[in-house]
C-alpha cells in the first residue's frame, strides 16, 4: 500500500514570495491534516479535511495560508507571502474514517521550506 | 486546552538497554486515545504503539511498551533491548474522543549507541 505522498521535499523562497505544497493520501483515506513543525517542536495541525469539506482550520493563518482538497482526494497548502517565521516542515497525514485502524494518522515525509 | 509535556530534550541509550522515555498531559476528558510517533532523521512520522484511555490494559507492540497511568495523567514509552535503528526523535500525542485534532509534545532526542 503506497503511503502519503508530499511534493517537494524541499523549497527555498524569499519573504514575501508565494509556495505551494502537495499531498496525496493513502488510497480511501477520507481524512486529510496539515502540519506545521517548527524546528525543535512538535508539529501542530493546520487544517484538517473530511473528504472535500474543511473540519477545523482554526489554527490556519488565514491572512496568508491557503488550503484545499479537490475531489477530496489530493491537496494543496499555500502560503502567499511568506515570512521568515512560516520556515518549517510541513506534514501532511491522512486516517481513515471508521474501524479498527481509525484516528491513526499515517504521515507524508514533509516538505522543507526555508524563507530567507 | 489539552496539552502535552515531554520533559525528556535528549536521551540516550547502550544498544541492547532498556530507557523509558516519560510523556505527562493536562485534559479534562475521560475519553481519549493517547500515541506515540518516532520521526527518523529521514523525517517520516511512524505510530509506535497507541493506547485508549478506556483500557486498563497498557499497550504493547513488540519491543515497544507503554505505562499508562491515568489518574496520574502519565503515559512513558518504554524500549526494551534498544537498536541502532530506534534512533530518532520520538513524541507523545493526545487526541479527544471522536475528534481527530492531535495535540504533540516538544519530542524527546533518543539516541542508541553502539
Known amino acids: 500500500e503506497a503511503g502519503v505522498a508530499q511534493s517537494p521535499r524541499y523549497k527555498i523562497i524569499e519573504k514575501r514570495q508565494s509556495v505551494a505544497f502537495w499531498c496525496n493520501p493513502i488510497s480511501g483515506h477520507a481524512t486529510l491534516y496539515w502540519y506545521q513543525q517548527i524546528l525543535g517542536q512538535g508539529p501542530k495541525l493546520l487544517i484538517q479535511f473530511q473528504n472535500n469539506g474543511v473540519v477545523d482550520d482554526s489554527q490556519l493563518p488565514k491572512d496568508r495560508f491557503s488550503a484545499e482538497r479537490l475531489k477530496g482526494v489530493d491537496s494543496t497548502l499555500k502560503i502567499q507571502p511568506a515570512k521568515l517565521e512560516d520556515s518549517a516542515v510541513y506534514l501532511c497525514a491522512s486516517s481513515s474514517a471508521g474501524g479498527v485502524w481509525e484516528n491513526i494518522q499515517y504521515f507524508g515525509a514533509g516538505t522543507r521550506l526555508s524563507v530567507l | 486546552a489539552q496539552t502535552v509535556t515531554q520533559s525528556q530534550p535528549e536521551m540516550s541509550v547502550q544498544e541492547a538497554e532498556t530507557v523509558t522515555l516519560s510523556c505527562t498531559y493536562d485534559?479534562?476528558?475521560?475519553?481519549?486515545?493517547l500515541f506515540w510517533y518516532k520521526q527518523p532523521p529521514s523525517r517520516q512520522m511512524i505510530l509506535v504503539i497507541r493506547q485508549e484511555a478506556y483500557k486498563q490494559q497498557n499497550a504493547t507492540e513488540n519491543r515497544f511498551s507503554v505505562n499508562f497511568q491515568k489518574a496520574a495523567k502519565s503515559f512513558s514509552l518504554k524500549i526494551s533491548d534498544s537498536q541502532l535503528g530506534d534512533t530518532a526523535m520520538y513524541f507523545c500525542?493526545?487526541?479527544?474522543?471522536?475528534?481527530?485534532?492531535?495535540?504533540f509534545g516538544a519530542g524527546t532526542r533518543l539516541t542508541v549507541k553502539p
Open positions: 485534559t479534562s476528558e475521560n475519553n481519549y486515545y
Open positions: 500525542a493526545f487526541m479527544r474522543y471522536n475528534n481527530n485534532d492531535m495535540r
